[in-house]
């Protein structure tokens, strides 16, 4: 039985049935084994469409990640009511280019979607991603705004912090998880990355969360799976995050961060700021939980 049969099978949300979420053997899991050790792709330049094909190359390009006729989530960063240029946001430019070449991999549909902090029209408008999936004008891309009923509850076998936390359908039911974070400071986590934009699946009472994020963080990534993690530090938010506002926090950077390991992404994007991987608790926390590897020294980065 394969990953989404499972689900369509167990996960009778709408009768309040819970779920306990197996260890799958996901793609990423599969690819991971392919290197000793983790591969990351790197790629800079202003052109964000170009951006996207260069820094995936290194790991096979959009086709390895999304087959024909899957369903496909497209995961940015869409929680502030902030413009492109404050940084607060995944860049719309580089929504549009993931979500453009997963049609092109034959994606069935992509849903691109947030549990947005700030109003929900707001940051979908403000943010131009609303609009840069919408001028894609292909009816396979969907960009939906987040419909409370579709948070199930799932039981997290492996977790510290977590053993249960309701969490989106969509971002489980789906044959491809793309999480698509933008790089930036975080006045509680020192910094948001690929691992805390999982915030933006899960419902509740996220601020709960707080007191012991890092592990928090690392429990859900044990259920919550992508199959790529592509960074966006096209601009990052250097203070006064996660929602910022003042562009003189933000600095231009047009650099791309793309990996299987979701670990290794984020412990290469926390050097942008001139910190190391160690200094990130959630980054520390799923490399215990043996969901990547966290040392420089042993993650491959090609420069696209």
Not at 37 to 52: E, H, I, M, S, T
Not at 142 to 165: S, Y
Not at 270 to 283: G, M, N, R, V, Y
């Amino acid at each position: 039985m394969n990953r989404r049969q499972f689900i369509r099978d167990v996960l009778l949300w709408s009768a309040g049935a819970t779920l306990a979420v197996p260890r799958f053997t996901v793609l990423a899991e599969t690819l991971a084994e392919d290197a000793p050790q983790p591969l990351l792709g790197v790629a800079k330049g202003g052109d964000y469409g170009a951006l996207v094909t260069r820094v995936l190359q290194p790991l096979g390009g959009m086709g390895r990640f999304v087959r024909p006729g899957d369903r496909v989530v497209v995961k940015p960063n869409i929680g502030w009511d902030r413009n492109p240029e404050q940084g607060a946001n995944t860049h719309p430019q580089v929504v549009q280019a993931v979500v453009r070449q997963a049609l092109e991999a034959g994606a069935k549909k992509v849903l691109v979607f947030d549990r947005t902090c700030n109003e929900q029209r707001r940051c979908y408008a403000n943010s131009g991603i609303e609009r840069a999936v919408r001028d894609l004008n292909d009816s396979r891309a969907v960009i939906e705004h987040i419909d409370q009923r579709k948070f199930v509850p799932v039981d997290i076998a492996r977790g510290k912090a977590l053993t249960r936390w309701e969490i989106y359908k969509d971002a489980l039911d789906c044959d491809c998880y793309i999480n698509l974070p933008v790089a930036k400071h975080h006045g509680l986590s020192r910094l948001t990355l690929g691992l805390k934009n999982t915030m933006g699946v899960i419902g509740g009472n996220r601020g709960s969360l707080h007191h012991d994020l890092g592990q928090s963080l690392a429990d859900l990534a044990t259920v919550v799976r992508p199959r790529l993690t592509l960074i966006d530090a096209t601009r990052i938010l250097l203070d006064n995050g996660p929602q910022g506002g003042n562009l003189a926090d933000v600095r231009r950077m047009d650099t791309l961060i793309a990996a299987i390991d979701p670990v290794a992404a984020d412990a290469y994007a926390t050097t942008l700021f001139d910190l190391q991987p160690e200094a990130i608790a959630s980054t520390v926390a799923a490399h215990a939980l043996g969901l990547g590897e966290m040392a420089l020294d042993r993650i491959t980065v090609m420069e696209a």
